[in-house]
């Protein structure tokens, strides 16, 4: 049941103000083209300046040139017990600190030609936004603004602070999460909502993932005479087999995840020879090979383990001759996560649905990988995922966020901090 303040709260939100926030954040081209002068920035100072509208502290980083993190903090009033210093110089914090996390970049709109209207344009229609980012994920951004806008002007007395970080290149190696942890601002966090697209689902877990690039060398030789050289497609193949070998008893030993399903390893990038060791012509044996492998995993997985497991795969692939050498890359890991549907922000959110929909909530998983995982993998900090937008809607042509999500989002927002934060009368 809602109280006085939690009503007076929610009568805060503007519900107009939430569409033309979201799309005019939407309008910003935000993809990531450093050769045409594209990135996150204009996107940025667009989040930033409604943060000091708001009356929010906040901080503008730039992680590489061209691709800046937001930081905005709304303080609390507790002014006792263990202080938490903040990594810029500004008073510290104390008391438990949400955070709402989102960002601003934004995948390809591919052939603007197969959109019904312009990528950018952020056509409202139907109850519905239209846009690249609408749904992946500037609306969730903006609900995470208006949730803390409509906090600051009830006057809410918060024992504890909320954060917002809005970051750059999470569609790509994450680098706004990870500078922002390690800058030291994810020391301050005690539990993070991550604003991704999810319908206004629980994600309670996330799938990790690694990549690994594998390049097998052997001996280059002419396609008509090929007991002079070393072929490399050969192990390439027999490695593979390996892989999927590997990846079925994986998905034996590791029972099915309710909200993920199963583990996964595919190749996706195969090359022959790889770039910068000569053009693939029809009458060459190449001397190398390349295979990159994206390993999605599921909570109860060891992403070290399954090195392991792969560096022998490959020694066994290239035993057969001591031409053969073979190279083992791990460029990217971020490891599954799962937070207890009990935490007190999942049930903060739980309790927020219920109330405001009448329903209780649907609990989920997220398949791909957010930036929460970063989050929770580094500092072990509590992560659910929800936000407004059909789930299969990012990053196709024609994407989509409903205002009805929108307006539900940011209201659930307001509530799970109230109730996270222990919140009293002004």
């Known amino acids: 049941m809602l109280t006085a303040l939690e009503k ?33 920035e204009e996107a940025a100072r667009w989040v930033e300046a409604r943060c000091r509208e708001i009356g929010l502290e ?51 709109e591919g052939d603007a030609q197969a959109w019904t209207t312009p990528p950018f344009s952020a056509t409202l229609r139907d109850g519905r936004i239209y846009g690249r980012g609408a749904n992946d994920m500037k609306a969730g951004l903006v609900c995470a603004l208006a949730a803390l806008k409509a906090l600051v002007r009830s006057g809410v007395r918060l024992r504890g602070n909320a954060l917002l970080g809005a970051v750059c290149d999470e569609e790509g190696r994450m680098i706004g999460i ?19 697209p ?56 590791h029972p099915r995840s309710p909200f993920l399903g199963q583990p996964s390893i595919t190749p ?37 383990a399954l090195v392991s497991q792969t560096e022998t795969l490959l020694r066994a692939a290239i035993a057969v001759d001591p031409r053969l050498t073979g190279d083992l890359t791990v ?11 009990a935490h007190p922000i999942v049930a903060a959110l739980a309790a927020a649905h219920l109330d405001l929909t009448g329903g209780a909530p ?9 930036d929460g995982t970063i989050l929770n993998a580094r500092k072990g900090i509590p992560i659910v995922t929800c936000g407004p937008g059909d789930i299969y809607v990012p990053h196709h042509v024609n994407e989509w966020v409903s205002v009805e999500e929108i307006k539900l989002s940011a209201r659930m927002y307001v509530l799970a901090a109230l109730r996270f934060l222990n919140a009293g009368s002004p």
């Open 8 to 40: 007076r709260a929610l009568a805060l939100i503007d519900d107009d103000e939430l569409v033309a926030w979201t799309q005019a954040l939407t309008q910003i081209n935000s993809v990531w083209r450093p050769e045409l002068g594209l990135g996150e």
């Open 362 to 370: 649907t609990y989920g998983g997220v398949p791909g990988s957010t």
């Open 268 to 304: 996706t990038i195969l090359r022959s020879p790889p770039p910068g060791m000569g053009e693939p012509q029809n009458n060459v044996m190449p001397g190398a090979t390349e295979v990159v492998l994206d390993y999605r995993l599921i909570p109860g997985q060891n992403p070290e």
């Open 178 to 196: 990870k500078a922002f942890v390690d800058r030291g601002w994810a020391d301050v966090v005690s539990a993070a909502i991550v604003c991704e």
């Open 331 to 341: 460029f990217e890991v971020r490891h599954p996560t799962r937070t207890d549907p």
């Open 58 to 108: 906040t901080w503008f980083e730039m992680v590489q040139p061209g691709r800046p993190n937001v930081i905005a903090l709304l303080r609390g009033v507790v002014t006792t017990g263990e202080s938490h210093p903040l990594p810029v110089d500004a008073p510290p914090l104390r008391g438990p600190t949400l955070m709402f996390e989102g960002h601003t970049d934004v995948v390809t």
């Open 198 to 253: 999810e319908e206004n689902h629980l994600c309670v877990e996330q799938k990790g993932v690694m990549w690994v690039r594998v390049v097998i060398r052997g001996v280059m030789a002419h396609g008509a005479m090929p007991l002079t050289g070393v072929n490399t497609v050969y192990p390439m193949a027999r490695f593979l087999d390996a892989v999927h070998a590997l990846e079925e008893r994986e998905i034996v030993r």
